[in-house]
């Protein structure tokens, strides 16, 4: 299936398409730029996280070991949340993105059925 797409596309681009070859580039480097910032977000959360269970220990003194499985935990469940975050702000963004091209969609038949409404009083 893969082949098959590659092989779609890379005949596009021999067909000197540039038009399609510009947007395709564009659209690489805002996924790029995404991932990106994805990656970045994941290991200062990692970070973070590494230095939460010293900080409980140093600054606020609770009795915990410091080891390396308290690490693990603690780093794992900091990006467990920052990706539930993500998920959670994408599905977001669609849901908003869907309704704003619903309403753009419905307006006319909303305004078609105000006239026919008023028409018949």
């Known amino acids: 299936m893969s082949d098959l797409v590659l092989n779609f596309i890379s005949s596009l681009i021999s067909t000197q398409n540039t038009l399609l070859l510009i947007i395709l580039f564009i659209v690489f480097v805002i996924l790029m730029k995404k991932l990106f910032n994805i990656i970045l ?10 230095l939460f269970p010293v900080f409980l220990v140093k600054v606020i003194g609770v009795s915990m070991p410091l080891t ?5 935990y603690y780093i794992t469940l900091g990006v467990g949340l920052y990706l539930l975050f993500y998920v959670l702000k994408s599905l977001w963004f669609v849901s908003k993105l869907i ?14 059925v105000k006239r026919v409404k008023k028409r018949k009083k």
């Open 41 to 50: 977000g994941t290991i200062s959360v990692v970070l973070i996280s590494a």
């Open 68 to 72: 390396f499985e308290t690490f693990i």
């Open 99 to 112: 309704y704003y091209l619903g309403k753009m969609i419905t307006t006319p038949f909303k305004a078609l």
